[in-house]
């Protein structure tokens, strides 16, 4: 597969709005492509997905491994990848290069495409492009001028050329009409998008007027791809949450998971019972949005309650955890562990983090380590004794989460199963263990 990346230097540039312009106008040139996301987001490779029709993964250093990050790129069949860096290109972990765009790029060896916008300069735009090119691992070779007129662009395409060696593939106006609106915790979901296809097709007609597509091609290169170690057929059935109310899962995981178990996804917004299953799987999301409904859904809370209660195992990330407190602001919810979920205006816990396991759990046992994320402006004040001890990746901020009851393991932290094999076969271990124990 051949790739290429777009970034920015900093976030807020358009970056999202660029990638899927370009993916939906290479998938209507009847190439085959796909997208994919550097670092932690779960939102944004929805959007990449409606582009180009095809599930988009994450890239991500610190949560797969520089290994797991090759497996991922084998996770999809495309013959051209568009990826989404995130950040501006030489952010990574804490003020750091680690985990940026740019480092990602290298180790990919793909060339990189700065969405730049000219804002209140002229030729000043110039050096500040060059110092990014030729800054230290910088694999930029191209730049698209974004939220500029036609007359700008033809007054900085030459002299950007000229003292960078870059190539100007093209410009893109200002798009008011096809802004994507955002909320607490990033864009609202492109499911929300009642409009998306027209949003989409509208992208990628400026894109194909005004951006050189056949120099992007040109421009990306192939990458080495590694297959994911084969785990076997397990004779387990995993129901997966999946609305606009629980969204936020890594495309590896659901992907790993469909390879190795049977799965079915559904609502618990809509449905009105859980469905048989030995593992039951709630990502993140936005629960709180939708608490109104979900509490209103008495049949799902009561169904998944009763799961947990007749021994079922549930592992929840996140929002997970919210649901399954006894209430979301005054919302009632499942109510498996004591305590309630408030709302917070500000970000609780934001970043890369390590976990420690301080006992023996779903996840593996005590002492194992695992990496993961935390991205959430909520509070959830459980009562129950904590599983997990965590630290702030390059930091000093440590403190606690994870809770369980019977068979349910819930906290916080999202994590990517490529980056924590040994948990991810621990979590169908457990499932299988549960499951020979219930039939005996």
């Not at 939906?24 to 490779?45: E, H, M, Q």
């Not at 170690?229 to 890594?250: E, N, Q, T």
């Not at 390879?259 to 936005?286: N, Q």
Request: charged share 25%; proline share 3%; with cysteine.
């Amino acid at each position: 597969m051949k790739g290429i990346m777009i970034t920015a230097p900093s976030s807020g540039s358009g970056k999202t709005m660029v990638t899927m312009g370009i993916l939906r106008a290479l998938r209507n040139r009847r190439l085959d492509v796909c997208g994919f996301k550097t670092g932690p987001d779960y939102i944004d490779t929805a959007y990449l997905k409606a582009a180009s029709g095809k599930d988009a993964g994450n890239l991500d250093m610190h949560l797969q491994g520089r290994e797991g990050m090759k497996q991922s790129l084998s996770m999809s069949s495309a013959e051209y990848c568009v990826i989404e860096g995130a950040m501006g290109y030489f952010d990574g972990i804490y003020n750091t290069f680690e985990n940026s765009s740019c480092d990602i790029s290298g180790f990919l060896g793909i060339n990189a495409i700065l969405v730049y916008t000219p804002a209140r300069e002229m030729f000043s735009a110039v050096p500040k492009i060059k110092g990014m090119a030729d800054f230290d691992g910088s694999t930029i070779k191209g730049v698209i001028l974004n939220q500029a007129s036609e007359k700008i662009y033809h007054m900085l395409k030459g002299p950007i050329e000229e003292y960078t060696g870059l190539s100007v593939l093209g410009y893109l106006p200002r798009m008011e009409d096809i802004e994507i609106e955002s909320r607490h915790l990033g864009l609202i979901q492109s499911a929300e998008i009642d409009d998306m296809e027209e949003k989409l097709e509208r992208m990628a007609a400026v894109i194909q007027k005004n951006i050189d597509l056949e120099l992007l091609v040109r421009l990306m290169k192939e990458m080495h791809e590694v297959p994911v170690r084969p785990v076997g057929k397990r004779r387990l059935s995993v129901a997966v949450a999946m609305d606009k109310a629980f969204s936020f899962y890594y495309r590896e995981n659901r992907k790993l998971l469909a390879d190795s178990c049977e799965v079915e996804y559904f609502s618990p917004l809509r449905d009105g019972s859980l469905p048989e299953c030995d593992l039951l799987y709630i990502g993140g999301g936005y629960p709180e949005v939708f608490r109104q409904e979900l509490s209103e859904n008495k049949s799902m809370l009561s169904s998944i309650r009763m799961y947990a209660d007749s021994g079922g195992c549930i592992y929840a990330e996140c929002g997970g955890l919210m649901y399954l407190t006894e209430q979301i602001e005054d919302c009632g919810m499942v109510g498996i562990f004591e305590g309630t979920t408030r709302l917070t205006k500000s970000l609780q816990r934001f970043g890369y983090i390590d976990m420690e396991l301080k006992a023996d759990c779903m996840l593996g046992k005590q002492g194992e380590k695992l990496t993961a994320h935390e991205f959430h402006k909520s509070v959830s004040d459980v009562k129950d004794p904590t599983l997990y001890r965590i630290r702030k990746t390059m930091g000093d901020r440590i403190w606690e989460c994870g809770y369980r009851y019977k068979n349910v393991l819930a906290g916080y932290p999202h994590i990517n199963f490529l980056g924590n094999w040994n948990a991810y076969l621990s979590i169908l271990d457990y499932a299988e263990r549960n499951k020979r124990f219930a039939h005996s």
